[in-house]
């Protein structure tokens, strides 16, 4: 049965919205869904996670989180995917936890903390993440995945060993093709199915 392409909302890392942030959206309007890209940093980008991250706390997560809320409100009413590389898979994390029309959750890099009492009716959720990550290590990730599954989530975890932290981001050190080329291959099928 052929699924309706989704909506999707795809936030970008602390790097700001990069090149690889449109090339990933243009992959997904080819496969047929509509994409938003939202620039939580307002055209401000960086080519190192410290300064990124420097832009970030700059910023502050309630504004962060001001900025992602207001950039979705006008779609909410369609039943969103929410998806993020790194931070902002955070973000979409966040946002579709609390959204209970959300079709689906694809993260790429990053994950986020659950609140106890977070429910969701079998969101499915898909996380691709390199092994080992420095930002998103074994233990957490264990404990992460649990408290998804808890939560109510259809969780699908992929990990790449051997690839950088923002390993789909041609642009930066972290770059791992074979790593990048089978995440996008498994994510755009994840995607097909909702």
């Known amino acids: 049965m052929a699924h309706a392409p989704s909506t ?18 243009d992959k997904l309007r080819a496969a047929g869904h509509e994409v938003i890209v939202p620039d939580l940093f307002e055209g401000r980008t960086a080519t190192t996670v410290e ?68 429910f969701v009716d079998d969101l499915p959720v898909q996380l691709h993440v390199a092994d080992p990550d420095p930002f998103e290590p074994h233990d957490w990730l264990n404990a992460w995945y649990l408290r998804m599954c808890r939560a109510g989530a259809d969780v699908e975890v992929y990990r790449y060993p051997g690839a950088g932290h923002l390993f789909t981001d041609d642009g930066l050190p972290d770059h791992d093709e074979e790593a990048a080329e089978s995440t996008w291959k498994v994510a755009l099928g994840f995607l097909g199915s909702l």
Not at 8 to 25: D, E, K, Q
Not at 51 to 61: M, P, Q, R, V, Y
Not at 79 to 99: H, I, K, P, T, W
């Open 8 to 25: 999707v909302v795809l936030f970008h890392s602390v790097c700001g919205l990069r090149p690889a942030v449109h090339a990933a959206a």
């Open 51 to 118: 300064d990124g991250t420097a832009i970030k706390d700059e910023i502050g997560k309630d504004e962060l989180l001001r900025r992602a809320v207001t950039a979705v409100a006008p779609y909410s009413d369609r039943g969103l995917v929410y998806a993020g590389f790194s931070f902002g898979g955070a973000v979409a994390q966040n946002l579709a936890l609390a959204d209970e029309k959300a079709r689906g959750l694809l993260l790429l890099h990053g994950t986020s903390d659950i609140a106890d009492d977070a």
